[in-house]
């Protein structure tokens, strides 16, 4: 694989994986799916599940990575959300 394909193959893994963050965030917002349940969800899979091939090792990180994208993303929400309300309060 050249330098190009890599480059390729990569940015369309980051589209997806992007796709999937936002997608998640959007539909968590708007009340539609379970966050913290999604977020353990995807932790217990990626822990329980047996990666036989080396190249899987990578699956696992990747997928740890998004449980904690996701979390991540979620206290700043929540962190954004309380800063407001407390404004309401104080101005």
Do not use: C, P, W
């Amino acid at each position: 694989m050249n330098n190009d394909d890599f480059n390729e193959l990569a940015g369309r893994i980051q589209g997806l994986g992007d796709f999937v963050l936002y997608l998640t965030a959007e539909l968590e917002m708007k009340q539609l799916i379970d966050g913290d349940r999604l977020n353990k969800a995807v932790q217990d899979f990626a822990e329980n599940r047996y990666f036989e091939s080396d190249h899987l090792q990578a699956t696992k990180r990747t997928l740890d990575e998004l449980a904690q994208f996701l979390h991540d993303a979620r206290m700043r929400r929540l962190a954004l959300q309380r800063r407001r309300g407390s404004r309401k309060y104080h101005s």
